[in-house]
C-alpha cells in the first residue's frame, strides 16, 4: 500500500484533550507516518521512491488499526441538511473556499462534510494528495455531475471531458492532449479580460477572430460570454449548461469545411480527421475548451531585458523569464481560479488512517493548500522569489490550481501561455495602479472571482 498515512494515536489524543486543533501545522513527522507496501516501492521509479517519505515501523499493523468513513472528524452533520446551516452562517456558497479554510485549521489534513445528501472527504495536506495520486487508476473520476448528463442526453448531445468517464474520457483527451499540452506560442476590467480569452482561444481553435475587442461585437460571442457567467455563477445549485454553448457547432461546422487538410493552424480540423471522435464528441470538448479560457518594478527589468525594443512577446521569450513565470505562479498559489477540485474514488482507499469506501467524493483544496503557512511561510505576502530554483523547497502537492495526476485540466499550457503572454505585455507597456485603497474580497462562483471592479488603472509607460 503506497504512501498510507496514519495518524500517531497518542498524539491525536492528547492534542483532544488540550483541545488544541490546526492539526495540519505540526511536522508530517511528528504526526503522521507514510506507510508503503514493499512490493509497489520495488515497483516504483528511482525517482518516486527516493522523494518518498520515511517507512513507517508501525506498517504491518496499520490497515488492522484504520478507522471508518464515520470516524473522520468533521462539521455538525445535521439530518436532511448536514452542514449546510453551519456553511449559510459562514457566508454561504460564495464564501466556501474561506469554510473549508477554517475546518482544516479545526480539524486537520482531512476531514468530512455533508451538504444535504451530497457527502465529501476533504483534503487538505501535500502528503495526502500524494497518497491519492499514487492510488489514481487508469481512468480517474471526478466528481459525477448528473444535471450536466441529464441536460446532454436530453439535447441528445455528446459529452465532454469535464463529465466523460473511462475508456471514452480517455480516448478524447488523448486527441486533445499532444496540441494542448504543449502549445509553441477604467472599464469593466473582468468582462474585458474574458473577451481577450475567448478571444485568444478561439483563434488557437478556429483560426478566426470574433472581434470581441472591436466596437461592433459578434452578439453570439457576447452571448456565450453571458452564458458562461451563468453556468458558472448557477453550478452549486442549478448545474444547467446554458443553451448558447451549444451555437459552437456552428462555428466548428464552418471551419471543418473551410479548412485545408495539412494546414497548420488547423487545429480543429486535425484532430476531427484522426477520426477518433465523432462530430458530435468534438462539439463538446471544444466548448469545454472554450469555457476554460473564459512585483512590477522587478518584473518590468526582467521583461525589458529579454524582449527586444518594438517586438510583441512570444512563447520564446517567455523561456527565458524565470521571474514572469514566479509571479504567475504566486498569483495562483494565494487565489486558484479552481479553489477545489475532485475525485471519486474507484476503490477502497487508505488515507490517513481512515478507510474510505469506493464511491467516495473526495475534494482536493487546493485554495487552503496554498494559504497554508505551514507549506507557504508568509502565506498572505506576494513573494515570487520562493519559486525561483535556488530558493525552492516547495513540495509539489502542495500548488496544485490545474488539478493533479491524468485528470489535470488539459488547458493548463494554453491557459499559462496566454497569462504570461498578457502579464509581459501589460508591464511592459503600462504602470498598473490601484485607484482606491478599499479592501477587494474574492467571491467563489463556480470560479475565484473579485467582488467587484478592479480598483486599477493603467498608464501608458
Given at each position: 500500500?503506497?504512501?498510507?498515512i496514519?495518524?500517531v494515536?497518542q498524539?491525536v489524543e492528547?492534542?483532544r484533550k488540550?483541545?488544541v486543533?490546526?492539526l495540519q501545522?505540526?511536522?508530517?513527522t511528528?504526526?503522521?507516518?507514510v506507510?508503503e507496501?514493499?512490493?509497489e516501492v520495488?515497483?516504483?521509479s528511482?525517482?518516486?521512491a527516493?522523494?518518498a517519505?520515511?517507512?513507517?515501523p508501525?506498517a504491518?499493523?496499520a490497515?488492522s488499526?484504520a478507522h471508518?468513513?464515520?470516524a473522520i472528524?468533521?462539521?455538525?452533520n445535521?439530518?436532511?441538511?448536514?452542514s449546510?446551516?453551519?456553511?449559510?452562517?459562514k457566508?454561504?456558497?460564495t464564501?466556501q473556499?474561506?469554510?473549508?479554510?477554517?475546518?482544516?485549521?479545526?480539524?486537520?489534513a482531512?476531514?468530512?462534510?455533508k451538504?444535504?445528501s451530497?457527502?465529501s472527504?476533504?483534503?487538505?495536506s501535500p502528503?495526502?494528495l500524494?497518497?491519492?495520486?499514487?492510488?489514481e487508476?487508469?481512468y480517474?473520476?471526478?466528481?459525477?455531475i448528473?444535471?450536466?448528463?441529464?441536460?446532454r442526453?436530453?439535447r441528445?448531445?455528446?459529452?465532454?471531458?469535464?463529465?466523460?468517464e473511462g475508456?471514452?474520457?480517455?480516448?478524447v483527451?488523448?486527441?486533445?492532449q499532444?496540441?494542448?499540452?504543449?502549445p509553441?506560442e477604467?472599464?469593466k476590467?473582468d468582462h474585458k479580460?474574458?473577451?481577450?480569452?475567448?478571444?485568444?482561444?478561439?483563434?488557437?481553435?478556429?483560426d478566426k477572430?470574433f472581434?470581441?475587442?472591436?466596437?461592433?461585437?459578434?452578439e453570439e460571442?457576447?452571448n456565450?460570454?453571458t452564458a458562461?457567467?451563468?453556468m458558472?455563477?448557477?453550478?452549486?445549485?442549478m448545474m444547467?449548461?446554458?443553451?448558447e454553448l451549444?451555437?459552437t457547432?456552428?462555428?466548428?461546422?464552418?471551419?471543418?469545411?473551410?479548412?485545408?487538410p495539412?494546414a497548420?493552424?488547423d487545429?480543429?480540423?486535425?484532430i476531427f480527421r484522426?477520426g477518433?471522435?465523432s462530430r458530435?464528441?468534438?462539439?463538446a470538448?471544444v466548448?469545454?475548451?472554450?469555457?476554460g479560457?473564459?512585483?512590477?518594478r522587478?518584473l518590468?527589468?526582467?521583461?525589458?531585458r529579454v524582449?527586444?525594443?518594438?517586438?510583441?512577446?512570444?512563447g520564446?521569450?517567455?523561456?527565458?523569464?524565470?521571474?514572469?513565470?514566479a509571479?504567475?505562479k504566486?498569483?495562483?498559489r494565494?487565489?486558484?481560479?479552481?479553489p477545489f477540485?475532485?475525485r471519486?474514488l474507484?476503490k477502497?482507499?487508505?488515507?490517513?488512517d481512515?478507510?474510505?469506501?469506493?464511491?467516495?467524493?473526495?475534494?482536493?483544496?487546493?485554495?487552503?493548500?496554498?494559504t497554508?503557512d505551514e507549506?507557504f511561510?508568509e502565506?498572505?505576502?506576494?513573494?515570487?522569489?520562493?519559486?525561483?530554483?535556488e530558493?525552492?523547497?516547495?513540495?509539489?502537492?502542495a500548488?496544485?490550481?490545474f488539478g493533479i495526476?491524468?485528470r489535470?485540466?488539459i488547458g493548463?499550457?494554453l491557459?499559462?501561455l496566454?497569462l504570461?503572454l498578457?502579464m509581459c505585455w501589460l508591464?511592459?507597456?503600462y504602470?498598473?495602479?490601484p485607484?482606491?485603497?478599499?479592501?477587494?474580497d474574492?467571491?467563489?462562483?463556480g470560479?475565484l472571482?473579485p467582488?467587484?471592479?478592479?480598483?486599477v488603472?493603467?498608464?501608458?509607460?
Amino acid at each position: 500500500m503506497r504512501a498510507q498515512i496514519r495518524k500517531v494515536p497518542q498524539i491525536v489524543e492528547l492534542l483532544r484533550k488540550r483541545s488544541v486543533v490546526g492539526l495540519q501545522h505540526f511536522k508530517p513527522t511528528s504526526s503522521v507516518c507514510v506507510l508503503e507496501d514493499e512490493g509497489e516501492v520495488k515497483g516504483a521509479s528511482a525517482a518516486s521512491a527516493a522523494s518518498a517519505a520515511p517507512r513507517c515501523p508501525h506498517a504491518a499493523a496499520a490497515s488492522s488499526r484504520a478507522h471508518g468513513l464515520d470516524a473522520i472528524p468533521g462539521p455538525t452533520n445535521w439530518p436532511l441538511v448536514g452542514s449546510l446551516i453551519e456553511l449559510l452562517r459562514k457566508g454561504g456558497l460564495t464564501r466556501q473556499h474561506e469554510a473549508l479554510v477554517d475546518y482544516h485549521n479545526k480539524y486537520g489534513a482531512i476531514f468530512r462534510m455533508k451538504l444535504g445528501s451530497f457527502q465529501s472527504v476533504h483534503l487538505g495536506s501535500p502528503r495526502l494528495l500524494e497518497a491519492l495520486y499514487r492510488r489514481e487508476g487508469k481512468y480517474p473520476q471526478r466528481l459525477d455531475i448528473k444535471p450536466w448528463k441529464a441536460y446532454r442526453d436530453l439535447r441528445d448531445e455528446a459529452y465532454g471531458l469535464l463529465i466523460l468517464e473511462g475508456k471514452d474520457w480517455q480516448r478524447v483527451r488523448s486527441a486533445f492532449q499532444h496540441k494542448l499540452m504543449k502549445p509553441t506560442e477604467v472599464v469593466k476590467l473582468d468582462h474585458k479580460i474574458n473577451q481577450w480569452s475567448f478571444e485568444t482561444i478561439c483563434l488557437v481553435l478556429y483560426d478566426k477572430r470574433f472581434g470581441l475587442l472591436q466596437e461592433k461585437v459578434n452578439e453570439e460571442a457576447i452571448n456565450f460570454i453571458t452564458a458562461v457567467k451563468t453556468m458558472m455563477n448557477t453550478f452549486g445549485t442549478m448545474m444547467v449548461t446554458p443553451v448558447e454553448l451549444h451555437k459552437t457547432k456552428v462555428y466548428i461546422d464552418k471551419k471543418l469545411k473551410s479548412g485545408q487538410p495539412g494546414a497548420p493552424d488547423d487545429f480543429i480540423g486535425d484532430i476531427f480527421r484522426q477520426g477518433r471522435l465523432s462530430r458530435k464528441e468534438l462539439y463538446a470538448a471544444v466548448t469545454e475548451l472554450q469555457i476554460g479560457g473564459v512585483e512590477t518594478r522587478k518584473l518590468l527589468e526582467e521583461i525589458v531585458r529579454v524582449v527586444p525594443a518594438g517586438e510583441d512577446p512570444c512563447g520564446e521569450h517567455i523561456k527565458s523569464m524565470p521571474y514572469l513565470k514566479a509571479c504567475l505562479k504566486e498569483s495562483m498559489r494565494s487565489t486558484p481560479s479552481v479553489p477545489f477540485t475532485s475525485r471519486t474514488l474507484d476503490k477502497d482507499t487508505l488515507l490517513a488512517d481512515y478507510t474510505i469506501p469506493k464511491g467516495t467524493v473526495v475534494m482536493i483544496n487546493s485554495h487552503a493548500l496554498g494559504t497554508n503557512d505551514e507549506y507557504f511561510p508568509e502565506g498572505k505576502s506576494f513573494k515570487p522569489e520562493r519559486w525561483l530554483r535556488e530558493n525552492s523547497t516547495i513540495d509539489p502537492f502542495a500548488y496544485v490550481p490545474f488539478g493533479i495526476g491524468k485528470r489535470m485540466c488539459i488547458g493548463r499550457r494554453l491557459a499559462e501561455l496566454q497569462l504570461h503572454l498578457a502579464m509581459c505585455w501589460l508591464v511592459r507597456d503600462y504602470e498598473i495602479v490601484p485607484t482606491d485603497d478599499e479592501p477587494l474580497d474574492v467571491i467563489h462562483s463556480g470560479l475565484l472571482s473579485p467582488n467587484r471592479e478592479l480598483p486599477v488603472a493603467f498608464i501608458p509607460r
